[in-house]
Every structure is written in C-alpha cells, then in structure tokens.
C-alpha cells in the first residue's frame, strides 16, 4: 500500500512524486500524515452530527485546488502537524471518549494509505463509531478500495459535471469523469442504513454546493443525482458559498475576468430556482440549506477554536495540541 505514494498514483493527478522519498505532489505533501484540527462538529447534515456532533479530522494538503476553498489555510497553505500512527490512533479514540458519533475524515484523498492503516490500528484498539470519507470525490476506485473495509459512510463532493468549470475554478478538467465513477463505486459498497435514532451509520451522501451564476451546472448536478442516485443516496445542496478574502484563487490565479467571478453569496432567486428543480426531479431523500448570507462559515486554523462556538468544539489544534481536553 505505502509504494502507491512513491511514485505516487494515488489519485488522477497521477503526479508521480516520490513523497517516502520527502517530495511533495500536486497536494503539497508529502507521504508524512499532517493533520490541521480536530473537532466535534456540529455543522454537517443531522443524520451525521447526531446528539453528539461529528468526530471531524481536517488533514492538511489536498489534490485539487478549488478558488473558493473555505479550508484554503490547510488544503492549500500548508496549515499542520505530522503525527506518528500512535498519535492518529489516539486521537480517534480521544474524539469517540469526548461523544462523537463518527469519526469524519476530511479531505485525506492523498493520504490514503496512512489514513487505512490508522483507523485499522484505532479499530484494533476500540475505535467502535463509523468511519466518514469526507472528500472532493476527485479520487479513484482502486485508491478508494484500500480504505473499503474500514469505511462505514462516503460524504462525497459532486461539484460538477461541466469540465469547463472544472477545469476554471478546481483546476481538474476531468474533476466531472472522475467524481461519477468514484460516487458510483462508492453507491456499490454501502448501502443506506440508519439506527432507531436516524443516525446514518452506513451508506453515501452526496453535497452540492450552489455557485453563483452557474445554475445550469447546478441542475445538471440534480438530474444527475435524480437519474443515477436517487433511492441510493441522500443529497444535501448547499447554498453556503461564501467569497473567501485572502483565498489563493481570489487574486486571479489563473485569471477569472468577465462574469460567474464567484465575488457574490447566491441570490434569492437563484435560491427559488434551485427549490423548484428539486420538486420537477422529485428529490426528496436529502437536505438542503436556509439561504443565509453569514461569513461564519469560513474558519481559522491558526486558532485552537477553528469555528464558531455555535458550530464546533475542539478537540486538538496543530500548535497547541489537546489543550484542556486531554493533556499534552
């Protein structure tokens, strides 16, 4: 498993860096796992946050490179710390002592092998919640069937299906070939199961996330979902976009002139519109979002308390370890 980072062919990058040997690939690391912050999250869907909030593990580094990144600070600048397979293993167990119903792993599409290893050794040791694959969905199958036997739930990007806009703000033209066969290989391996409680401890979620002046590809998305998902998945569309100051991709790079700039949160009517696509394709197993224009989304991992009080608690921090919550 570790010989797939070096060279490394993990995802459809395919860059080929040798990252055992200490260089860092198209997501900026190396084989080293880095974590930025650990939390008991509120914020995601309520089948996944639950009573107890949602054990997440934000990992540093990241095989796209979206302009809008909320997490930029970690997926783009290189926010961590690298921590031992011990440390990894404690951390799991310390997020399922403090109440977590899951483990959520964010955005770890590069650091797969690590990341089997770790939840295969914390489930030796008594991890027993579910285990979440947070990610883009810019990912191969034969990279996600390293992490199938540990992974009870997929919460799954589906950003788009136009490569035009892949290629314009996720740099990745193919980010459309490669998210469908990931989701659908992901719809194959669980199945939507949830306790008494209606708590999701098995199965996929799909997010969407509404952007600004690019409706067409939202309802490209819906049908989608509609056509290929539907009775297999949940969705949850997201109407959270917020512009990030200080984001790599604001300042241009590549440039982004003329309209769909991204510079604007979703309009009401743009909002109404995607409402009525959900009706015309008859999607009703999900969630979607109250459209409330709030930069509160947006978090800070150089603080210990990356989000609002409101929607997180944290755990552990990169520089300042677990503070009060469980000692050095």
Request: aromatic share 10%; proline share 7%; net charge negative.
């Amino acid at each position: 498993m570790q010989t797939r980072y070096s060279p490394c062919t993990l995802c459809p990058r395919n860059c080929g860096a040798d990252r055992l040997g200490g260089k860092t690939g198209y997501c900026k690391e190396t084989a080293a796992l880095r974590i930025a912050a650990a939390t008991i999250h509120r914020g995601e869907e309520p089948p996944i946050t639950g009573s107890g909030g949602s054990g997440t593990i934000f990992i540093s580094g990241c095989n796209l490179g979206c302009r809008f990144c909320q997490n930029y600070q970690i997926s783009q600048e290189g926010l961590g710390k690298a921590l031992s397979p011990e440390a990894f293993v404690r951390l799991c167990l310390v997020l399922q002592e403090e109440g977590a119903e899951n483990i959520n792993l964010v955005t770890g599409s590069h650091a797969v092998p690590a990341l089997a290893a770790g939840i295969t050794a914390a489930r030796s040791q008594g991890l027993s919640i579910p285990v979440l694959w947070n990610s883009s969905a810019y990912e191969l199958p034969s990279t996600l069937s390293l992490m199938e036997s540990v992974l009870d739930l997929y919460l799954p990007d589906l950003k788009t299906l136009d490569p035009a806009l892949g290629a314009r703000f996720f740099h990745a033209s193919d980010y459309p070939e490669h998210a469908q066969k990931s989701i659908l290989w992901m719809l194959e391996k669980r199945p939507l199961r949830f306790t008494g409680a209606h708590r999701l401890v098995s199965g996929v979620l799909i997010r969407h996330l509404v952007l600004p002046d690019y409706l067409e590809s939202t309802k490209t998305v819906l049908q989608w979902f509609a056509e290929k998902a539907q009775g297999k998945a949940l969705l949850s569309v997201m109407m959270q976009y917020t512009p990030v100051p200080g984001a790599p991709g604001e300042t241009g790079n590549p440039p982004n002139p003329g309209p769909g700039k991204l510079d604007r949160y979703v309009h009401t009517q743009e909002y109404e519109q995607v409402l009525a696509w959900l009706d015309a394709f008859a999607i009703t197993e999900g969630f979607y979002q109250e459209l409330v224009p709030d930069t509160g989304w947006i978090p800070d991992f150089s603080r210990f308390q990356p989000f609002s009080s409101d929607l997180s608690r944290s755990v552990w921090h990169w520089k300042e370890g677990y503070g009060a919550i469980a000692g050095p």
